[in-house]
């Protein structure tokens, strides 16, 4: 058969060529918001009385049989059409008759795949972020109930200073409350309409973009027809603010690798979220947080694979833009089920507090605060530093810790040493002594959570 295109040419391609021209596998996702935005275009061409009120009333019946035959399962998509657009019109015309071939009046192929990207994606944004609101809600539940739980905080993953499991928790949500930021950042840019810019320069008809615009939820319309055509930033930046969430999402899952390790033990996944090995009976590997971790670098590939193919583009439309679905698609593909699994295994961890104080307990890591008591006392931090320093390296080599160092001892460094340095290196008072905006202290933890909590509860108004 002819393409519906077949003008110049006799529209007749080789095969393989058409195999290798065509994006049906992957844009009939499309479908909904190909079918919604001739919906919406149908009604302003009548609008402006470029189409009879008759013939909107019949594309409009055409159109939504077949949307609600594609979501029932009754009508098939075609792969041997061109793309989506294609397959839509041509069965329209095959159930409506020759009002179908009205449809394609005053927009182009260009505007069209552009409009029902953006609408694609946005929808894609809203869910996105649903999802890291539920992983938001579990990171803030299990930072309540770990507001206390001591372990050690590390720095080049040497233990550094104690900070509460719930403060490392409230970490990550700091991290998925900018992503929930940049993604509704690019959602606004994105919600602009390009449909009215037609293949390229616009069109001689009286059409109205911004009611077109207005009917599909869109903020406002393309300024510029050539941009609006090949303007694919929107898809960048969202693949941009995916590749920063799947990093944090890879970070997050690095720590759950290590922490569920023999050598750490301060978490065991549920059984739903632990894989065996063939061979060795013991193992419980944690394997869905290291396909997360794996599955970051396909978003940046994704990612680096868009910037290429626009690089270079002059304007306007190119079919090298045909290349942009399949990247973004798997990208938000990726993140949605990575964010899936995740969140779950988060919420069916043990948190294994008795571990972590243990962990704690052995790595010296009140020593900045035995520093910080001399100091209170009067001597100055860098002099307070090198005794603090001594009485570590005196510990090792006696194979004791600061705790239970006597205060004779201590008084062999330092005169300015009493009974109450006890309490002042007590692992719990030096967690809670650091009640500084944004530090590990019980209260500071409270405060962060309750400002995360105010801005989920502001979602579900
Ligand atoms: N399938 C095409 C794409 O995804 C639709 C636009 C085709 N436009 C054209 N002039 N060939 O980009």
Redesign the pocket.
């Known amino acids: 058969m002819a393409k519906m295109w077949a003008g110049v040419t006799a529209g007749k391609t080789d095969p393989t060529a058409d195999d290798f021209n065509s994006?049906i596998r992957f844009?009939r996702r499309m479908f909904r918001q190909d079918i919604t935005g001739s919906i919406a275009h149908a009604t302003m061409l009548s609008a402006k009385g470029i189409l009879s009120e008759a013939d909107c009333s019949a594309l409009t019946e055409g159109l939504t049989g077949i949307l609600e035959d594609l979501e029932a399962g009754t009508q098939e998509i075609d792969g041997s059409c061109?793309?989506i657009?294609m397959f839509v019109e041509q069965v329209l015309t095959e159930r409506i008759g020759e009002v179908g071939k009205k449809l394609h009046t005053a927009r182009s192929?260009?505007d069209q795949?552009a409009l029902d990207l953006r609408m694609y994606l946005r929808d894609e944004c809203d869910g996105i972020s649903g999802q890291i609101r539920g992983l938001l809600k579990v990171l803030t539940d299990l930072a309540e109930e770990n507001k206390s739980s001591i372990m050690p905080g590390y720095t080049h993953l040497q233990r550094a200073q104690p900070v509460s499991f719930g403060h490392y928790m409230m970490a990550y949500a700091s991290m998925l409350l900018r992503d929930l930021d940049r993604i509704a950042d690019c959602r606004k840019r994105m919600n602009i309409s390009p449909i009215g810019c037609c293949a390229l320069a616009g069109t001689t008809y009286d059409t109205d973009r911004h009611l077109e615009a207005e009917l599909l939820g869109f903020e406002g319309v393309c300024p510029n027809s050539m941009d609006g055509v090949s303007d694919r930033d929107f898809a960048v930046e969202l693949l941009s603010a995916l590749s920063i969430l799947m990093m944090h999402l890879s970070r997050l899952s690095e720590e759950l690798i290590l922490w569920a390790s023999w050598e750490f033990r301060f978490i065991t996944l549920s059984d739903a979220y632990t894989t065996g090995s063939s061979i060795m009976p013991q193992k419980r590997n944690a394997d869905m947080a290291e396909l997360v971790r794996g599955k970051t670098g396909r978003v940046y590939g994704d990612l680096m694979g868009l910037l290429t193919v626009l690089k270079g583009l002059p304007l306007a439309?190119n079919?090298d833009?045909?290349e942009d679905?399949e990247g973004v698609f798997d990208a938000c593909d990726t993140v949605k089920m990575s964010l899936t699994v995740l969140t779950p295994m988060l919420q069916t961890m043990q948190v294994n507090a008795e571990n972590m104080l243990h962990a704690a307990q052995e790595g010296f890591i009140n020593a900045t605060d035995l520093a910080d008591y001399l100091v209170r006392k009067g001597m100055p931090f860098r002099s307070a530093y090198k005794i603090s320093g001594q009485l570590v390296a005196l510990c090792m080599k006696e194979g004791t810790v600061l705790e239970h160092l006597p205060l004779s001892r201590y008084r062999e460094y330092s005169e300015l040493f009493e009974a109450d340095l006890y309490n002042a290196i007590d692992l719990k008072t030096c967690m809670e002594k650091r009640s500084s905006e944004g530090g590990t202290s019980v209260a500071s933890v409270e405060k962060q959570i309750a400002a995360v909590r105010v801005i989920l509860e502001g979602y579900s108004e």
């Open positions: 994006s844009d061109e793309d657009h192929r260009n795949v439309y079919k833009m045909q679905k």
